[in-house]
Antibody, heavy 122, light 108 residues
Framework: QVQLQESGPRLVKPSQTLSLTCSVS??????????WSWVRQHPGKGLEWIGH???????NYNPALKSRLTISFDTSLNHFSLRLTSVTAADTAMYFC??????????????WGQGTQVNVSS | SSELTQDPAVSVALGQTVTITCQGD??????ATWYQQKPRQAPAVVFY???KRPSGIPDRFSGSTSRNTASLTITGARAEDEADYYC???????????FGEGTKLTVL
């Protein structure tokens, strides 16, 4: 069973860059058919899709974050990463990584990390 | 459209049946996937596609779609079903994933 684990700084200063890594175990990020995603949840709010990356390197990003966002992977370390620049307090959230799979007519995030809380504050 | 609309809160008496709905234009092209999230936990999928349930999810969870509305039904609700429920699909462009705002289910 694949397991995902987020890591990275819990506190980021405004205007700086938020960088998180999701380590994948029990499976390879090069596994065909899957994509690797980031989802966040503002305090007391709902889920927000951030974006995802396919093994091919193709990315899809939330249009609201696209100008500040980069998702990449490192196959040698079997992990993928999120980089969000110019953060503000509005980026304070719980960040989840997840494995997704697209089918004809639907997508499923079938494995999730436990989440990591990131606070943006000076 | 890039929105999925859910009722903020729904309640059900223990053992009764409850339906949580999700409305959006994208649901005319895509099935909804339903996630359950309990406090301080990551979401977990409970229903997806055309009548699919992950292994380990009890068959009291079922789903359906009609036009632009997807529904998740819990038949015989149990105390452990109390959670937030989110629907998800692609947006109408097909390029992006979207989530509903979530429905807080209270089991009385």
């Amino acid at each position: 069973q694949v397991q995902l684990q987020e890591s990275g700084p819990r506190l980021v200063k405004p205007s700086q860059t938020l960088s998180l890594t999701c380590s994948v175990s029990g499976g390879s990020i090069t596994s065909g058919g899957y994509y690797w995603s980031w989802v966040r949840q503002h305090p007391g709010k709902g889920l927000e899709w951030i974006g995802h990356i396919y093994f091919s390197g193709t990315t899809n990003y939330n249009p609201a974050l696209k100008s500040r966002l980069t998702i990449s992977f490192d196959t040698s370390l079997n992990h993928f990463s999120l980089r969000l620049t110019s953060v503000t307090a509005a980026d304070t959230a719980m960040y989840f990584c997840a494995r997704g799979r697209g089918y004809s007519g639907y997508d499923v995030f079938d494995s999730w990390g436990q989440g990591t809380q990131v606070n943006v504050s000076s | 459209s890039s929105e999925l609309t859910q009722d903020p809160a729904v309640s059900v008496a223990l053992g009764q049946t409850v339906t949580i709905t999700c409305q959006g234009d994208s649901l005319e092209s895509y099935f909804a996937t339903w996630y359950q999230q309990k406090p301080r936990q990551a979401p977990a999928v409970v229903f997806y596609g055309h009548n699919k349930r992950p292994s380990g999810i009890p068959d009291r969870f079922s789903g359906s779609t009609s036009r632009n509305t997807a529904s998740l039904t819990i038949t015989g609700a149990r105390a452990e079903d109390e959670a937030d429920y989110y629907c998800s699909s692609r947006d109408t462009s097909g390029d992006h994933v979207i989530f509903g705002e979530g429905t807080k289910l209270t089991v009385l």
